[in-house]
């Protein structure tokens, strides 16, 4: 996972780097649980994604929104996410393991994430992410 926490004043700023959209939006939804929940493991738990949006930002929030979602909700730490995006829709199996509050805390909330700052580049090695987390 290639990613690095950028300085903000009041939440979690990342910049994520993949070689495809594929892999960026499954690796941005990783790095977001390692920031809520820390190290997992991977587990048995799985859960399909199917989304479509007008874009890829707002295909990716969705996506992300939804990861947020069904962890806290199905109390699941996703430690793995396979993605595949058609034009504005993906399809996507996340899997993980069932919370433990004696190896999951300790972890940041994330109360969502922000549209402020969003940015997707296509560089020659790949992708590149920005995105901010309200925390």
């Known amino acids: 996972m290639s990613y690095e926490e950028l300085d903000h004043t009041a939440d979690i700023r990342l910049r994520v780097r993949s070689p495809s959209p594929d892999s960026l939006f499954a690796e941005t939804a990783l790095a977001m649980?390692?920031?809520?929940y820390?190290?997992?493991?991977?587990?048995?738990?799985?859960?399909?994604?199917?989304?479509?949006?007008?874009?890829?930002?707002?295909l990716l929030l969705d996506f992300l929104s939804e990861v947020l979602f069904l962890s806290e909700v199905e109390y699941?730490?996703?430690?793995?996410?396979t993605v595949h995006i058609m034009g504005?829709?993906?399809r996507a199996?996340?899997?993980?393991?069932?919370?433990?509050?004696?190896r999951h805390r300790g972890g940041t909330e994330i109360k969502g994430i922000s549209y402020s700052g969003l940015r997707?580049?296509?560089?020659?090695?790949?992708?590149v992410l920005d995105i901010l987390f309200d925390v």
């Open 93 to 102: 199996l996340v899997t993980g393991e069932p919370f433990d509050p004696e």
């Open 33 to 36: 649980m390692k920031i809520v």
């Open 88 to 90: 504005n829709s993906l």
């Open 76 to 81: 699941i730490v996703f430690s793995s996410a």
């Open 38 to 58: 820390g190290e997992s493991r991977p587990g048995e738990v799985r859960r399909t994604i199917e989304l479509s949006a007008g874009n890829t930002e707002n």
């Open 120 to 127: 997707i580049v296509k560089e020659d090695e790949g992708y």
